[in-house]
C-alpha cells in the first residue's frame, strides 16, 4: 500500500451508489473484481490523485480539480482541492 498523502472522502451520493455497485456486483459474481478495483483507486487517490485518470474540468474559483478515472470495471469521478490536500469521490459507477 502506498503511503497516505491525501484524505480521500466520499459525498453520501457516492457512498450509496458504491454500495449499489458491491451489491450488483455480487449478484453478478464480480465481487473480487470490483473490490480490487476500487480498492487499487482509492489507494492511487490517498497517494497522488494528480496522476491519476484524466482532468475533466479546473474549478479556478474554487481551487479544485475534476477529474476521472477507470480501474475496470469501475469509474470513479472526484474532486482534488489541493490546498487542503483533499481528494472528494463523487460518483463511482460499475461498467458493463
Not at 451489491?23 to 473490490?35: D, I, K, T, Y
Not at 491519476?52 to 470495471?73: H, K, M, N, V
Amino acid at each position: 500500500m502506498p503511503p497516505v498523502n491525501y484524505a480521500v472522502t466520499q459525498l453520501g451520493i457516492a457512498k450509496d451508489a458504491f454500495r449499489a455497485v458491491l451489491n450488483r456486483a455480487a449478484a453478478e459474481g464480480r465481487l473480487p473484481l470490483v473490490v480490487a478495483a476500487a480498492r487499487y483507486v482509492l489507494d492511487e487517490l490517498a497517494y497522488d490523485p494528480t496522476r491519476l485518470g484524466e482532468s475533466r474540468a479546473r474549478l479556478e474559483f474554487l481551487d479544485q480539480d475534476y477529474r476521472i478515472t477507470f480501474a475496470l470495471p469501475l469509474a470513479f469521478e472526484f474532486i482534488i482541492h489541493e490546498p487542503t490536500r483533499t481528494v472528494t469521490v463523487v460518483r463511482v459507477r460499475l461498467l458493463d
